[in-house]
């Protein structure tokens, strides 16, 4: 990795410019720009975002913005309203206020002396979500959108739902946005209104857990944000990247299926960060494949980036079973449309234990009731790569499942898409829901999981009309599989593990059911993918770049722990998580602070009523006299019939007391 310490153009940095919107609101920008943009003006890139810009994103905008600036771009970080040092207050996710903030935002940056006009977005998560969301108002300014770790589908892909069960992440993030939506501007950069700014954040941001759980089903609030409501509503050119590692990988493949703007797409090993410095590595030199996609459409200079196939992937090689890889050995594919014309699945059939290349034998009738405790190895929905949130060794899952291995490969089989279980299932209770995860078998025994699909069965004819299961009637369910690019080396295993648990990544069903698989109408079909010769003429990318690491100190040393224990009396299982980031100061505009967070996941493994999911969150900010401290609790169980959901914030300033509030839901489950 190489720090970049002189670019091609002079940079200076505008720490805080308010930007006035027409209800009177004024919104927050750092802004970084060359020199002399006041006499050659530059094109603009937007990071929109709620996380804080003062400590929040400040190491990784220092890696990024001034790279771009240094190129010959105003780089413009913006707190949201409600957001970090931005006036208002941020009462939801993706809210029309939202994005009409964003239209105003770009109408300032194209107006100002030093811009050209023609402004791009970028961002991760909630950033790469919006710059969608935003470039499907069509404003004229916006003439790009690089998103990465984005969606299209905010019920089917994001930390909502999965395959219609209900993902432990919608309470976590919750968790972690109600922390967030507590913290204070710093009074440096707003004055002496910072107090009243505060205040009305605490009081008025709400509990937002309670709104999503409530909303059950696909309705108005996922549609909205939602580009795949209209795919047509995008005409800005669009590049989506993302990682394998990452939970946002599907919604890349179906915008390169239905998106019809210019478009390009890239997935790496990657988890939920940005490429030049993600892990699993290999890193690559992201910020200048960035430029040449803004430099091709901001500055209208012929970069190539057009000339090469619009879909490039990372065929992972493969690996013994980690819950954090630095690396994934592998190697770049490219495809020129997808899905891939000529591709042709192979399909594998369930039998007795074994997954077959031909269909053969009489029908079994296979049942299985797994224990509450499979999941525990399955690493978090959305890892980032900097801890053991990843899948361990799937070993550990299938004394609880339904197991099917393949016969050894006598060759390599490489696959690049998403496997389809089509299953033959049936149930002894009206509600219930099937896991299913796909492993690489090692010759020593250790399974990696490639790739894993979710359904509650209720949800089997979509996500809105929800039908009851009728006890022991057989149905013809499709799941399809997380995509993947993998190769399967010769000599290992397939493996098809199916359960009915998979905690902590989704709320178990209300009741311990039992699923029976017919074998006979029970298939899997695999993406395969031919090698081509002409993916070792790939153009590579770049080495790593970032500009200067941010200065700062750290006061107090962080702390991270990762537990999974049994209690022998009551045998509950809790799996503890702690990130303790300790007290840091930013040494350029003497601001410290410190986050702690606490998530604590328990279940008895033959109750599914058992479940607790608790958060504990500490944030605070000091400079001299001035010291916030902000304190969230979070718990979440559930009853046969409710989701029971519980709040507390506890804000200080200076050691006494100033804000205190408590929340408590009942929420009646809707066929979860």
Not at 535 to 543: I, K
């Amino acid at each position: 990795m190489k720090t970049r310490t002189e670019f091609p153009r002079a940079i200076r940095l505008i720490e805080h410019v308010e930007i006035p919107l027409s209800d009177g609101v004024r919104l927050s920008a750092m802004i970084w720009l060359p020199k002399d943009a006041e006499q050659r003006p530059v094109p603009a890139i937007l990071e929109y975002l709620p996380y804080r810009k003062r400590d929040g994103t400040t190491e990784r905008d220092a890696l990024n913005h001034p790279y771009f600036a240094g190129h010959g771009y105003a780089a413009i970080r913006v707190d949201m309203r409600g957001a970090g040092d931005s006036e208002g207050v941020l009462r939801g996710e993706y809210l029309k206020q939202e994005q009409d903030d964003a239209l105003e935002v770009l109408a300032w940056i194209a107006a100002q002396s030093w811009c050209t006009g023609s402004i791009g977005m970028i961002g991760i998560s909630w950033g790469g979500f919006n710059g969608l969301q935003i470039a499907a108002r069509r404003p004229p300014e916006l003439k790009a959108v690089i998103s990465l770790c984005s969606t299209d589908d905010r019920y089917a892909d994001d930390v909502h739902f999965m395959g219609g069960c209900l993902l432990v992440d919608k309470f976590a993030w919750g968790s972690t946005m109600f922390s967030i939506n507590a913290t204070p501007p710093d009074p440096l950069l707003v004055g002496d209104r910072w107090r009243d700014l505060w205040l009305g954040r605490l009081n008025e941001s709400g509990f937002w857990l309670e709104e999503w759980h409530r909303r059950q089903r696909r309705d108005d609030l996922y549609k909205h944000g939602s580009i795949c409501e209209d795919y047509g509503a995008i005409q800005c050119p669009v590049y989506l990247v993302g990682g394998w590692m990452d939970g946002y990988s599907n919604p890349i493949f179906r915008m390169m299926e239905h998106l019809t703007c210019p478009k390009k797409a890239l997935i790496g090993p990657w988890a939920h960060k940005y490429p030049n410095f993600a892990e699993p590595g290999p890193r690559i030199g992201f910020l200048q494949e960035s430029l040449r996609w803004w430099d091709k459409w901001l500055k209208g200079i012929e970069t190539g980036i057009l000339d090469e196939p619009p879909l490039r992937a990372w065929i992972q090689d493969p690996v013994p079973p980690r819950t954090h890889y630095a690396e994934r050995p592998g190697r770049w594919v490219a495809e020129a449309c997808w899905p891939i014309a000529e591709a042709k699945p192979l399909t594998l059939t369930l039998g007795d234990g074994v997954l077959a290349d031909r269909a053969g034998g009489p029908e079994l009738r296979l049942s299985i009731c797994s224990p509450q405790t499979i999941g525990l190895a399955a690493g978090k929905w959305c890892p980032y790569g900097v801890e053991a949130d990843e899948p361990g060794d799937q070993r550990e899952e299938a004394g609880g499942s339904l197991v099917f291995d393949s016969a050894p490969m006598t060759e390599p089989l490489e696959l690049l898409g998403a496997p389809i279980l089509h299953l033959d299932v049936a149930a002894d209770r009206p509600a219930a829901f099937v896991a299913a995860t796909l492993s690489e078998v090692l010759p020593d025994g250790s399974a990696t999981r490639l790739s894993y699909g979710l359904l509650n069965l209720t949800h089997r004819d979509g996500h809105v009309d929800l039908k009851p299961l009728e006890p022991g009637t057989r149905y013809q369910v499709t799941i399809r599989l997380n995509e993947l690019g993998q190769r399967i080396g010769a000599g290992n295993r397939l493996r098809l593990a199916l359960s009915n648990a998979y905690w902590p990544i989704v709320w178990p069903s209300p009741e311990k059911t039992t699923l029976s698989v017919a074998t006979t109408l029970s298939r899997l079909d695999l993406p395969v993918r031919r090698a081509r010769p002409e993916d070792a003429q790939l153009r590579p990318f770049e080495p790593v770049e970032n500009a200067p690491t941010l200065r700062k100190t750290a006061l107090r040393q962080g702390a991270s722990e990762f537990t999974i224990t049994r209690d022998l009396k009551t045998e509950e299982v809790e799996m503890f998580r702690l990130q303790d980031d300790g007290l840091t100061q930013i040494d350029d505009f003497n601001w410290t602070y410190g986050v702690r967070a606490e998530r604590r996941y328990r279940i008895h493994p033959d109750d599914p009523l058992s479940a607790k999911a608790e958060t504990r969150w500490r944030k605070e900010y000091q400079r001299g006299d001035f010291h916030i401290a902000i304190e969230t609790h979070t718990t979440m169980s559930v009853s046969a019939t409710e989701l029971i959901l519980t709040g507390k914030l506890t804000a200080h300033e200076s050691e006494a007391h100033t804000f205190s509030r408590e929340w408590s839901f009942r929420i009646p489950r809707d066929h979860l």
